[in-house]
């Protein structure tokens, strides 16, 4: 069983930074593909950024390329997420997920576990 617990998020004003941590337990995040999502009420759960099985393939979704990075810190066995240049409409609750296949996907349904999500609020 793999447990995921979210840490980092909070308030910032538009065009500051913050950085979201995940720390996995159960499994080494080397084993498995990482991925984050975001939700706002109302809507969908969103991909932001994932990294693969191994960190060999990473993706962002459009909408945080050139502001968001994800990576991944083996020996603390996290995977982060820095985010710049934070636009009000980056403000959702953020959720840390992984699998165990090898494949980065973008959908939701395609993650086994999850965390318990961070909030992130930026304001203008």
């Known amino acids: 069983q793999v447990q995921l617990v979210e840490s980092g998020g909070g308030l910032v004003q538009a065009g500051g930074s913050l950085r979201l941590s995940c720390a996995a337990s159960?499994?080494?995040?080397?084993?498995?593909?990482m991925a984050w999502f975001r939700q706002t009420p109302g809507k969908e759960r969103e991909f932001v950024a994932g990294s693969s099985w191994g960190g060999s393939n990473t993706s962002l979704a459009d909408s945080v390329k050139g502001r968001f990075t994800v990576s991944r810190d083996n020996a603390k066995n996290t995977v982060n997420l820095q985010m710049n240049s934070l636009k009000p409409e980056d403000t959702a609750i953020y959720y840390c997920s992984a699998d165990r296949g090898g494949r980065l996907f973008r959908l939701d349904r395609q993650y086994e576990y999850w965390g318990q999500g961070t909030q992130v609020t930026v304001s203008s």
């Open positions: 159960g499994r080494t995040v080397g084993s498995l593909t």
